[in-house]
């Protein structure tokens, strides 16, 4: 087991409130993602990383923002929620040496 | 358009059967392969990849993959499946983003695997 670690795991909140999914990972990884996972689907990469100070955006548009501050933590910020947000939030990273993402064990978000 | 396709939406088996999920991919270059697997209510778990070498690849849990350049082709196995092998498996892709050395991992839709006691 990877050391990455998404707290909440679920999370179901109110349609225009301010929220913030945390990842950390004690590796010290400088590669980390973000991804969007609807029950039973692919992944969709929404932000990634590549060090602190480093963020980028993903494959699909996403109304959320992140930032990398630490090494160790990359937290997803949705400044208000919308019902179109509900999902699977999956946080992953990855070291130099292996081509291997590690994941935490996701967030299920619900917007009401 | 570079992409990565698992043909199957489910795959059932009877426990002790040997199993394959299939996975092709549509990319240039010589691409890194990896299997993750998903059980319920968790994160992904790396499975295997295949990056360079023999083209049977083995892995957690007892799974192995084939690599098969000509047919663009990276198909999970198991030579007997176990009830708990049941989840979700996703084939992805490690390509290029840009012409840079930044590099990004195409995911398949996912298939459900159902190992049937």
């Known amino acids: 087991e990877a050391d990455i670690y998404q707290t909440p795991r679920y999370l179901v909140i109110g349609t225009g409130k301010k929220i913030t999914l945390e990842c950390s990972q004690t590796?010290?990884?400088?590669?980390m993602y973000w991804y969007q996972q609807d029950p039973g689907m692919e992944l969709h990469l929404i932000h990634y990383s590549y060090g602190v100070n480093s963020t980028e955006k993903g494959d699909l548009s996403s109304e959320s923002t992140v930032s990398r501050i630490r090494t160790e933590h990359f937290p997803l910020t949705l400044e208000s929620a919308r019902p179109s947000h509900t999902s699977q939030y999956l946080c992953a990273s990855r070291g130099r040496a292996k081509n291997i993402q590690y994941f935490g064990a996701g967030t299920r978000l619900s917007v009401l | 358009a570079q992409s990565v396709a698992q043909p199957e939406d489910q795959v059932n088996v009877a426990e002790g059967n040997p199993l394959t999920v299939k996975c092709t991919y549509s990319v240039s270059g010589n691409p890194y392969l990896f299997w993750y697997v998903q059980y319920p209510n968790r994160g992904l778990q790396f499975l295997l990849k295949?990056?360079?070498?023999d083209n049977l690849v083995k892995g957690s849990y007892g799974f192995e993959a084939e690599f098969n350049k000509s047919q663009t082709s990276f198909h999970l196995k198991k030579p007997s499946a176990l009830v708990s092998d049941s989840a979700l498996y996703f084939c992805?892709?490690?390509?290029?983003?840009?012409?840079?050395?930044?590099?990004?991992?195409?995911w398949g839709l996912g298939t459900s695997l159902a190992v049937n006691p």
């Open positions: 992805a892709v490690r390509v290029l983003v840009n012409a840079g050395n930044n590099r990004k991992l195409i």
């Open positions: 295949y990056i360079t070498g």
């Open positions: 590796m010290g990884h400088d590669k």
